[in-house]
């Protein structure tokens, strides 16, 4: 299967070595033209995942419609800020009807829409729209190293198929028709997981971190509930999976915000040290706003929301989290 990677940083990157190296000819193609001139050049992304050379059925290329020619399935692994302008981009290079997986992980700003709710805006008549979620870092995926994901979409007969021809011994797929559930756990994770850094940088300990993981899976499954998701989701991969990857993980760019925070140093200081897009921001914002319009009680994201808006201290968010009312569970 020919498949084209939108987005080249470490994630879109790692997937297109990945399926790559099993056999499928793979384009890639970012907004950068000398990024990708490079990439190409030195058969490598030195700037996002240095040290993995690209295979050679692995194409790096600065035009976009050379990138989609001849393609079969479009995997798009941009930031989700820069999601529906790549989608529009696709959309006039005449490439709509390609089948689309969404493998970036939030909710649109201002519009609070889930990464393949902006793909069906732009491409309504596109009945092959999926997401690409579960616990997976990139730097494993480009060792090689085993990892279990989901693939999310309403449209059963088509996922199904592509679960089985994308399926490696590698990287394990598993279907599911719950795309929302798919995808709010792949958002609200990487908010929980900066209150997890918060938490770990303050040294409060393991048993406050395994409360903070315990409560914010109850906090995602209520707001992707209320949002039309299936519990039994956010216990699997693409929930409770990639929360405790996300959490724990000494790779989380999402958890290193929250450790940077516990440390003193302000927001914009801590992005601009992990140098590559933390999704958990500006995440907060809309699944603080989301879970106010659906009156949801979330207070892990609300405090985070007001932290970011330096309403709260890193201390005070982590003293309020662990201090509040006694209730039932």
């Given at each position: 299967m020919k498949i084209t990677v939108?987005?080249?940083g470490?994630?879109?990157t790692?997937?297109?070595?990945?399926?790559?190296l099993h056999?499928?000819?793979?384009?890639i193609w970012?907004?950068?033209?000398e990024q990708m001139?490079a990439m190409?050049?030195e058969?490598?992304?030195?700037r996002y995942?240095?040290?993995?050379p690209?295979?050679?059925n692995l194409t790096?290329?600065?035009e976009?419609?050379?990138?989609?020619?001849g393609?079969?399935?479009?995997?798009?692994v941009?930031?989700?800020?820069?999601?529906?302008d790549s989608?529009?981009?696709i959309?006039?290079?005449?490439?709509?009807h390609?089948?689309?997986?969404?493998?970036?992980?939030g909710?649109e700003?201002?519009t609070?829409?889930l990464t393949f709710?902006?793909?069906r805006?732009i491409l309504?008549?596109?009945n092959?729209?999926?997401?690409l979620?579960?616990p997976?870092?990139?730097?494993?995926?480009?060792?090689?190293?085993?990892c279990?994901?989901?693939?999310?979409?309403?449209?059963?007969?088509w996922?199904?198929?592509?679960?089985?021809?994308?399926?490696?011994?590698i990287?394990?797929?598993?279907a599911n028709t719950?795309?929302?559930?798919?995808?709010?756990?792949?958002?609200?994770?990487?908010?929980?997981?900066?209150?997890?850094?918060?938490s770990?940088g303050l040294?409060?300990g393991?048993?406050?971190?395994a409360?903070l993981?315990?409560r914010?899976?109850?906090e995602?499954?209520?707001?992707a509930v209320?949002?039309g998701?299936?519990q039994k989701?956010?216990?699997?991969?693409?929930?409770?999976?990639?929360?405790?990857?996300?959490?724990t993980?000494?790779?989380?760019?999402n958890?290193k915000?929250?450790l940077?925070?516990?440390?003193g140093?302000?927001l914009?200081?801590?992005l601009?040290?992990?140098?590559?897009?933390?999704?958990?921001?500006?995440?907060?914002d809309?699944?603080f706003?989301?879970a106010?319009?659906?009156?949801?009680?979330?207070p892990?994201?609300q405090t985070l929301y007001?932290?970011?808006r330096n309403?709260?201290?890193?201390?005070?968010?982590?003293e309020?989290?662990m201090?509040?009312?006694?209730?039932s569970e």
């Amino acid at each position: 299967m020919k498949i084209t990677v939108i987005g080249a940083g470490s994630w879109g990157t790692a997937l297109a070595i990945h399926f790559s190296l099993h056999g499928h000819p793979v384009s890639i193609w970012a907004r950068n033209r000398e990024q990708m001139a490079a990439m190409q050049n030195e058969r490598e992304n030195q700037r996002y995942l240095p040290g993995f050379p690209l295979p050679d059925n692995l194409t790096a290329h600065t035009e976009l419609t050379e990138a989609l020619e001849g393609g079969e399935l479009v995997l798009m692994v941009t930031s989700v800020a820069g999601l529906r302008d790549s989608v529009e981009l696709i959309k006039q290079a005449g490439y709509g009807h390609l089948p689309i997986l969404t493998a970036c992980k939030g909710f649109e700003l201002d519009t609070g829409l889930l990464t393949f709710q902006v793909v069906r805006e732009i491409l309504p008549d596109n009945n092959k729209i999926g997401v690409l979620s579960g616990p997976s870092f990139a730097q494993e995926l480009a060792k090689q190293l085993p990892c279990a994901v989901v693939l999310a979409s309403e449209n059963e007969k088509w996922i199904n198929g592509l679960v089985q021809e994308l399926n490696t011994p590698i990287m394990r797929l598993y279907a599911n028709t719950d795309i929302i559930g798919a995808a709010v756990g792949g958002a609200v994770k990487n908010v929980m997981a900066i209150a997890t850094g918060l938490s770990d940088g303050l040294e409060y300990g393991m048993n406050a971190r395994a409360a903070l993981v315990t409560r914010g899976l109850a906090e995602m499954t209520r707001l992707a509930v209320a949002l039309g998701a299936q519990q039994k989701t956010m216990m699997g991969l693409a929930g409770m999976g990639d929360l405790i990857l996300t959490c724990t993980g000494a790779l989380s760019r999402n958890r290193k915000v929250g450790l940077g925070l516990a440390s003193g140093k302000p927001l914009h200081q801590v992005l601009t040290e992990i140098g590559h897009v933390a999704e958990g921001v500006p995440t907060i914002d809309e699944v603080f706003n989301t879970a106010c319009r659906h009156q949801i009680d979330m207070p892990i994201t609300q405090t985070l929301y007001e932290l970011v808006r330096n309403e709260l201290s890193a201390k005070d968010v982590a003293e309020r989290l662990m201090m509040r009312e006694a209730k039932s569970e």
